[in-house]
């Protein structure tokens, strides 16, 4: 498998320019001629649906919820970075492509981090021109707040639910052009497998959720912004039907997959309450801007938290990290709320879980102004745990959140198969080991409103495109596979739920394959998880048929290549014998127990490729070079 | 606590559907209320029978996704709540619950608890939007929006299109919708070039939705989970009523 990043050459500053001045375009006449299917409606899939209907290209968006504004990037709650520097607090573009490369842990590419740092001012320019009420002072200009990682204030923010107010921008812009007749959503439409012919990406199969019938439909190019796969873990904070089938069933087409174990584990969630529970509710990141994060010193202390005395109470972070305190990253973040509670200092009813305190904050500054800040998050806080933050601190675990992996692409965001293209969380570009507060916001809009309108016409331009022929046999055998897939499900008529086995492997693997990683533990999960999957493949209850409304079998579906996907994770973290970011072997780590990077051998991209159902996957790399930034062990001290 | 659910079941649009009555057990006060339907739909499965269809995503209060009525209010007893944030403590050992689907002309049954909300889609493709071509946007900061004024259109931002609204007005109107709609961008400045056209256009599309009537029962602003005032219906009129009387084009006045 040849890997071309196909980074422009030149300076960093001046590649994006110089790409978009020399790419190669396609005629405003001739834009109407190609259909381009784009899967997911989130910040990517909805802007890229507007901004290519804004060119003239024929559209079509795919969602598996009943609205294109249902996707979720609609709960983001904290805010989204730009190098505006409207603080005059010494922000830049470099700095902030920086920031970024360093939370990362040196595991993304220069060029692709450069271009998003340089984009995230034309996305706030253009957010605010679609409506998005961002925060602003009293002065009528536009507020920032700080966000973990970094010095500076660079965070643009709409109280506690930023991504709903970005994605009604870009769901008002779809809109815009679906009336303009350039695009079309087709809802509650599923994507089971991806259309591949002559090498080339040429369609999709779908499913209607209502009615069932599997259909296909044919394009020029394919565009999969189908988000992250956090799920795998059973408890996250995605949403319930937040998947990882589109990317998994490309994958087995032959789009490679990248680093799929770098995935982020989210300091500040509600903690597990029993073992019905369905999901994680994340409490933003903001939150640490003033809340102070504490254990108390002795192990097994079950006092409330206000008998507790200042000094018997240990603010960790601020101990151990003074420059940074508590706006650490998020991997380090996590990765030590897990060890005090390892050491027996966790709090709450499971004694897995840290405060986040607003005592001192709410002294400072009054309620009044916590209030404006983070009303909703407290508000959600307290319907949830009934209990009053204002006057009680905080209970808060680290939970799964965001997928650093994803599919392999290039810098025009395409992936190992001409013609099939992977935007925002979906792929693994722009994040490295960990990904930054703030950034995935930005990276969605980027990918969709600013980089593939400029990328996309170069393939378009220099194909040829013949017509697919909807009966020909290579669309024949796609459909007809999915089709199978769901019926061999449907047919094992086993005993047990889908949600049990999917609770079983989420268990194993955040145990194994969570904050904290070993070779022993993850061959374990192999093991365990292999197991499983052919208890799944035998003993699995699916009720109800494929020609109607069915969620068990949409959930079957999806629990099925998690298991795929699972393993490919353990993998793919065995093979890193390194510590980076928020991939943590307990192998390698330094005397202060933190991560232990070994850029000799692993600064690379792990790139995998699959050989076949009963075949282990093949491991390429993908060498990271950096010119402009100096690989340092990162230090937040 | 043990609870007594009677719930509304419906194959598909063409089903005439009815209410089966089903008891469970155990239910934990720390359930949120779809975690309770989970458990019950676990058991289900495992009996053999079909699970109860809802609709659900985020179960944060944020996606609009999931909604039906609990004992006849609109996402149940809690004010300024979704189903999914719902919580069983608020409930009692021994509570009968009676859940049914959001019930509107406008909105066609699916299955079960799930109703087809595409008319909210196609009223907000009607003109429910700025048209601003992305890469022509002036610097963010040219356009100074007063505090007040960029929170009062949030208020009405915060919308989560669940349709609520609709299913507890008597009249089965989208008014409270679509009023938060046109609030949103018409508070903004850059809302205003298209304000006029957009509630021409976006009334147009809900009177052809079948949508009902306003006269003012207020049920809407009363069960709405996020607590969208009233006050958005009566900027929807006025804009609505000086685009018909006086046209196109700026409606000028500041708000
Ligand atoms: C609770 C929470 C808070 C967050 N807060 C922040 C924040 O403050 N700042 C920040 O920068 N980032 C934040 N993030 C991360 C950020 O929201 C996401 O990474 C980002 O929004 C993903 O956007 P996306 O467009 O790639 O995918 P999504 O918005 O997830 O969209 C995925 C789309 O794909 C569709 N889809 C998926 N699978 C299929 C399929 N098989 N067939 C058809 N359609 C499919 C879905 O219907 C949906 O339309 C947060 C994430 C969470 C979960
Ligand atoms: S599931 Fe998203 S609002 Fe309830």
Redesign the pocket.
Known sequence: MKLEAKIPSGPLADKWTEYKAHTALVSPANKRKHTILI????????GAAAALGELGYKVKA????DS?R????????????AAKNYQNDGDTVFRLFYDTIKGGDFRAREANTYRLAEISNEIIDQCVAQGVPFGREYSGYLANRTFGGAQVSRTFYARGE??QQL?LGAYNSLNAQVNAGNVDVFER????DLIVIDGVARGIV?RDMVSGEVSSHFGDAVLL????Y?NVFFL????K???G??LWRAYKRGAAFANPSFTQIHPTAIPQSGDFQSKL??M???LRNDGRVWVPKKAGDDRPPNQIPEDERDYYLERIYPSFGNMVPRDVASRNAKNVCDEGRGIGPTKRGVYLDFAVAIERLGVDVIKDRYGNLFEMYEMINDEDPYETPMMIYPAP??TMGGLWVDYDLMSTIPGLFV????NFSDHGANRL????????LAD?FFVIPNTLGQYIAKGKHPEVDPNCDEVRKVEQDAKDFNQKLLDIKGSKTVDYFHRAMGMIMLDKCGMARSKEGLNEAIEKIGKLKEEFWADVKVPGTGESLNQELEKAGRVADYFDLAILMCLDAREREESCGGHFREEHKTEEGEARRDDENFCHVTVWEHMGEDQAPQAHKEELEFEYVELTQRSYK | MKLTLEIWRQKDANDKGHFETYELDNVSSHMSFLEMLDVLNQELIEKGEEPVAFDHDCR?AICGTCGFVINGVAHGHMKRNTVCQLHMRTFKDGDHLVLEPWRAKAFPMVRDLIVDRSAFERIQRAGGYISARTGSAPDANSILIPKEQAEAALDFAECIGCGACVASCPNGAAMLFVGARIAHLGFLPQGQPERAERAKAMVAAMEQEGFGACTNYTSCEATCPKGVSIVGIAKMNKDYFNAKLFGGGNLGGKE
């Open positions: 899967v997911g409606t989130g910040l990517a899939g909805g795919f969602c598996y919820q294109a249902r996707a979720h990037s609609i709960a983001a709650q904290g805010g989204i970075n930023t991504g994605l439409t599923e994507m089971l779908v912004c189908t988000g992250g956090s996250s904070t995605s949403a039907g937040c998947n089938s589109a509710t994340l933003s990141e903001s959140h965001y935007l925002g969380e979906a507060g703030a950034s995935a916001l930005m990276q969605g969709g | 944060e």
